[in-house]
Every structure is written in C-alpha cells, then in structure tokens.
T-cell receptor, first 118, second 114 residues
Framework: DADVTQTPRNRITKTGKRIMLECSQT?????MYWYRQDPGLGLRLIYY???????NKGEISDGYSVSRQAQAKFSLSLESAIPNQTALYFC?????????????????FGPGTRLTVL | AQSVTQPDIHITVSEGASLELRCNYS??????LFWYVQSPGQGLQLLLK??????LVQGIKGFEAEFKRSQSSFNLRKPSVHWSDAAEYFC????????????FGSGTRLLVRP
C-alpha cells in the first residue's frame, strides 16, 4: 500500500466551484505539505503544517485554504476555483528533523492530483 | 533568496550513453541538496541527497551527484542511461530555517532514444 495517498487522482471542475483535495499518510510523519506543479515552473509550496495545530502559508497560498484534520490527514481546498488553478497538485510528508539521526528529513510525495478548471 | 536553476528544459540521450543534468543553486550557507525524479503519472521519488561530507554522493538507480561549492552546482550523472530513465528530474535545495521548505528547480525532462 502507498504511504502517501491523494484523492481524487483526477478532477475536472468548473469556474466558481468549491473543490477539496485530500491527502492521507501512513508514515507517521508530523509534517505535511501541499505543492502545485506547473510546466516550466517546478513545484511551488502552497501550505505546510508541522502538526495538527500548526498551519503555515507557502509561496502561493492565495485562493487556497487547508485543514489538518488529524496527524495523518491534510486537505487542500479551492473555495472558488479559477482556470489558472489548473495544475498538478502534490501532497508530501516528512519527519521532524533530528529524528533518525539526521538534521533534515526528506519529503515523501503522493502520486498527485491532476486538477482541471474549465 | 534561495533559488535553484536547471538550465536545460529538455535533454535527449541515446540508450547506453552517459548523462549529466545540471543544477545550480543560490544559497548563503551550506545547502542541503536533493535530486528527485518524476516518472510519467507518478509522484516524486528521491534519487539522492547531500547534507555534508563527501561531495560525491551515490543514489538509487545508478545515479550519482557531485557537490561543487566553488561553482554552486550539484549536477546529476549516470554513466549509462536506460530507457526506463526517461522522466522529469528536479533539483531542490532545503531552506535551513524553521520551515525546512524545499525550493525546486523548474525541472529537466529526459528523453531516451532507443
């Protein structure tokens, strides 16, 4: 079974609709992240969370909101979707630095959600 | 501000040929550097990482990368490319502040000729 899962894997929606992308992980990590990927731009950070009570904005948080329902779940919402939010969205998790003997722990990515806003 | 540049958008190599993907970073302190690979329809998988120590690091799938502080580079290499290596490759640098955010390059798409 995958350690980081995302639902749905593909979604087509219309302008103005509210949509939620969900991420679940079984790795036991405290830290979770949401990125979007656009051709030629790499991955850009939308929001990140270091524990259930911690939410932080990333580079491109405008138009998005998140909810950390539990250690294992981190949802991304588009309150009113617009066409330029068409992208590939990735969830990632990482352990707290300092654990397992390293000062930085790698991020583990889900398979992505392809979102199209018409 | 930290940044990562991957100057090659696309690279095409023949199967069996050697490969080098370029990555340059901008960061004031000793960087934590990563290479990820994204196969079609898949998420990102970590190939290798550099934190400190030996500047030549070995990764999975036969990849290696060399950290050169004087050139601010962390180029990815493979001596003999396989068709299954066709994918998009991302270099990233970690911010060493409380966020530990990853800053990604724009990616290099590798095409492999039979």
């Amino acid at each position: 079974d995958a350690d980081v899962t995302q639902t749905p894997r593909n979604r087509i929606t219309k302008t103005g609709k509210r949509i939620m992308l969900e991420c679940s992980q079984t790795k036991g990590h405290d830290r979770m992240y949401w990125y979007r990927q656009d051709p030629g731009l790499g991955l850009r950070l939308i929001y990140y969370s270091f524990d259930v009570k911690d939410i932080n904005k990333g580079e491109i948080s405008d138009g998005y909101s998140v909810s950390r329902q539990a250690q294992a779940k981190f949802s991304l919402s588009l309150e009113s979707a617009i066409p330029n939010q068409t992208a590939l969205y990735f969830c990632a998790t990482s352990a707290e630095p300092g654990l397992a003997g390293s000062s930085y722990n790698e991020q583990f990515f889900g398979p992505g959600t392809r979102l199209t806003v018409l | 501000a930290q940044s990562v540049t991957q100057p090659d958008i696309h690279i095409t190599v023949s199967e069996g040929a050697s490969l080098e993907l370029r990555c340059n970073y901008s960061y004031g302190a000793t960087p934590y550097l990563f290479w990820y690979v994204q196969s079609p329809g898949q998420g990102l998988q970590l190939l290798l990482k550099y934190f400190s120590g030996d500047t030549l690091v070995q990764g999975i799938k036969g990849f290696e990368a060399e950290f050169k502080r004087s050139q601010s580079s962390f180029n990815l290499r493979k001596p003999s490319v396989h068709w299954s290596d066709a994918a998009e490759y991302f270099c990233a640098v970690a911010r060493m502040d409380s966020s530990y955010k990853l800053i990604f390059g724009s990616g290099t798409r590798l095409l492999v000729r039979p």
